[in-house]
């Protein structure tokens, strides 16, 4: 099962190449810098207290990848229709608009508060997605432009050249925070760099893909592809865990740094710099294995080189996590570990993702890679920003080498099952895979990433968890609840508007999770809040209304469940049962309220939350209407 190209791609000039290459280093430089800075900017100039650094930074992460995947999503789609170079000088200005914001952002810190902090959640939005899109379509243009034999290299070149921006060029740069008004000089940087792109694109590059014609359904093609080859859905299943690598590291690496230097007597700027440096040694580590994972996926399986390249990133975090202190020297053998496989899984990932895809659709293709990756991040940084603040400063590197594990093992597993390819890169072994093992797996991981948590934490003394964490837990059940409520009212849309009708396979068992992440947030109240003390519990209800909301929410959500299985919809009769379900809605709206007035004032996430609840509701409602007589 192999693709030929659809058509000779046109090669560039060397200069249009060089302009891509040094388009794509700039690209990931503002995607880097507005990373790296953020934990400080959040400590210095917003005045974030200490014990919510983790969790304010992973909720304006989480806020901002969820508008960049919609945005970078949308432009894939769209690039296929109306050509590259429109779709990234876009991506500039909008770079070139979110840094002239963050530059009154922090003139207003001081005055507005809580309000300037809203204004950088915008800030943040701008720049990841406008940065993120032009790297993407950078990538996307190499991929145009490239036939079977010279791939590897040209891809292996536009990677070398986004790690070096964002990794070692970022590293640099973020020194300049130790000086005077250093913070305002590299939120100069950005508003410098979007000008500089938008006018390289439009007077350098041109676009040399056939763009997509008529009426025909994007996604729908892209689902065939994917439901076909074992391949992409490891590709898709290994940027889950991969795209979220720097995000992971450059965040929680500095907060770590920073956490602890007041107890080292070292400023927090020094410590934001030297944790910029050691980010900087696993990107000199991507650029110096990158070279040698070409001559791997050219020679081996593309699923081998996966495999082999998580599960050396997978030691690499394992490791770090076992560290104690952020400034001991060794400390840059893990990250040097995770650098090697972040560059083999990034590059083998691009290269297999342009060689399956066919060029009319190679748009859409690398944006749906980038939708998964970014829906990793998203899930990623919320767990992690929760664990940092309850379990300490290294548990998010312990969180991402589970994952990476997990992954290293689907693809033993596609191994295992006669999945690979020959000498010439064509795929072997015809068995279809079903992904709800998987789906079952990944769903799962939360719950046992709070078990690893309680058990390696400590907190179990003569059989009593009295110790624990219990706002961390509490919380922590509640957010995955409504992360997987909102996906499983998301399967529908999307299964209408793609054509997809296999993901109907996946919407019970997502929203079965939704239950039990709701059915232990609930018990853990009375259970670990209160000791099962009723008549203090009913005295913190009253105080706190809000708890209320949750129980109606859950009330009939358990109803829901409970008539989830074959048995009782036969009972029930189909239309009984479908008006019944169509309750979830109302859990969704009562969910969100619930959210909304238990979270911080300064917390932007529920309100996201509750605009996609809103969105959703708002397309069933007009399906409903659609389909209503008269």
């Not at 953020?38 to 917003?46: A, G, K, W």
């Not at 500089?196 to 041109?206: H, P, Q, S």
């Not at 972040?342 to 297999?352: E, F, I, M, R, W």
């Not at 769903?443 to 706002?471: D, H, K, Q």
Request: glycine share 10%.
């Amino acid at each position: 099962m192999s693709r030929k190209d659809d058509g000779p791609g046109r090669a560039f000039v060397p200069a249009q190449w060089n302009a891509i290459y040094l388009l794509g280093a700039a690209g990931a430089l503002v995607a880097a810098l507005i990373v790296g800075i953020q934990p400080l900017l959040l400590d210095t100039v917003f005045g974030i207290a200490f014990e919510k650094e983790g969790s304010i930074n992973a909720d304006v992460q989480v806020v901002a990848e969820i508008i960049s995947i919609i945005a970078v999503g949308l432009a894939g789609l769209t690039s296929d229709r109306i050509g590259r170079v429109p779709v990234i000088a876009i991506a500039f200005l909008a770079v070139c608009f979110g840094a002239f914001l963050s530059l009154v952002s922090l003139d207003t810190a001081p005055t507005l508060g809580a309000g300037a902090l809203v204004l950088f959640y915008l800030v943040r939005a701008l720049i990841t997605s406008g940065a993120e899109t032009a790297q993407l379509q950078l990538a996307t243009l190499v991929g145009d432009a490239s036939e079977f034999g010279n791939r590897p290299r040209l891809i292996r070149n536009i990677v070398l050249m986004t790690v070096f921006g964002g990794t070692v060029l970022a590293a640099i740069v973020i020194q300049i925070a130790k000086q005077p008004g250093g913070i305002a000089v590299i939120l100069t940087l950005p508003l410098l760099v979007g000008i500089f792109g938008f006018f390289m694109a439009r007077r350098m590059l041109t676009d040399v893909a056939p763009r997509l014609q008529g009426d025909e359904h994007l996604l729908r093609k892209v689902w065939a592809l994917v439901s076909r080859d074992p391949r992409m859905q490891l590709a898709l299943v290994a940027a889950f865990y991969t795209r979220a690598d720097v995000v992971i590291t450059s965040l929680f690496f500095s907060l770590w740094c920073i956490s602890v230097s007041d107890l080292l007597g070292m400023t927090r700027t020094a410590a934001a710099a030297h944790a910029a440096v050691m980010i900087g040694l696993l990107g000199f580590a991507v650029l110096v294995a990158i070279p040698f994972w070409k001559v791997v996926i050219e020679r081996h399986s593309r699923i081998s080189a996966i495999g082999a390249s998580l599960s050396l990133a997978g030691m690499g975090y394992g490791v770090l996590g076992m560290f104690a202190n952020p400034f001991n020297g060794f400390v840059a053998l893990p990250l040097l570990l995770i650098g090697v496989g972040h560059a083999g899984c990034t590059v083998t990932l691009n290269v297999l993702t342009v060689d399956i895809s066919p060029k009319r659709i190679l748009g859409s293709m690398l944006g749906t890679v980038y939708l998964i990756g970014g829906v990793g991040i998203i899930m990623m940084v919320q767990s992690s920003g929760y664990y940092f603040d309850a379990a300490g400063p290294r548990a998010p590197f312990l969180l991402m080498a589970t994952g990476k594990f997990l992954v290293t093992l689907y693809a033993g597993w596609l191994l295992l099952n006669g999945i690979n390819e020959t000498a010439t890169h064509s795929l072997t072994g015809g068995r279809k895979i079903d992904w709800k093992p998987l789906v079952f797996m990944t769903a799962a991981l939360p719950f046992v990433w709070l078990i690893g948590r309680v058990l390696t934490g400590g907190y179990i003394t003569n059989g009593s968890l009295a110790e624990a964490p219990v706002g961390f837990i509490n919380r922590y059940l509640g957010d995955w609840a409504i992360t997987f409520l909102l996906i499983s009212l998301a399967i529908r849309p999307v299964q209408e508007l793609t054509g997809i009708k296999v993901l109907a396979r996946y919407r019970r068992m997502i929203g079965l999770y939704a239950f039990f992440y709701a059915l232990m947030h609930v018990i853990a109240y009375p259970a670990l809040e209160w000791a099962f003390n009723v008549h203090d519990m009913l005295g913190d209800i009253v105080k706190r209304p809000f708890i209320l909301l949750g129980i109606l929410a859950f009330i009939p959500m358990t109803a829901l469940a409970v008539t989830s299985t074959d048995r009782q919809i036969r009972r029930l009769g189909g239309k009984r049962w479908k008006k019944l379900h169509q309750a979830v809605y109302a859990i969704g709206i009562l969910a969100a309220l619930h959210f909304i007035f238990a979270a911080n004032h300064e917390n932007g996430e529920p309100y996201v939350y509750a605009v996609i609840i809103a969105a959703l509701l708002a397309y069933r409602v007009a399906g409903w209407r659609k389909k209503a007589p008269g």
